[in-house]
């Protein structure tokens, strides 16, 4: 299995919207991606505007399928707005 952990930072005026677009997101994923195994999203109870995505996926055509479904391209651009840099993406190799 590939993990991923993707951290953002969104400016705290955007959070409500950022965590909006989140759970639509999540909702895609529970009813079109059975391989995918988890999709979480976290925030840092420190850091205000700090979220950290945990993502699990059975195999690489897993995440394939996840990175090209078409149900997100419509949230991405909206999404992508509140960044206030870059994600930062960790990939992972699950051991069990």
């Not at 895609?28 to 109870?45: G, K």
């Not at 850091?47 to 690489?60: C, M, R, T």
């Not at 090209?68 to 707005?81: N, Q, R, T, W």
């Amino acid at each position: 299995m590939i993990a991923l952990i993707i951290t953002v930072k969104i400016a705290p005026a955007n959070v409500e919207r950022f965590e909006g677009l989140m759970r639509q997101c999540r909702a895609l994923v529970d009813t079109t991606e059975p391989t995918t195994r988890a999709y979480h999203l976290n925030r840092s109870p420190d850091e205000p505007g700090v979220y950290k995505a945990f993502e699990l996926y059975e195999s690489e055509e897993a995440l394939q399928a996840h990175s090209s479904g078409d149900g997100f391209k419509p949230l991405v651009p909206a999404i992508v707005e509140l960044l206030l840099e870059p994600p930062v993406t960790e990939r992972l190799e699950s051991i069990f």
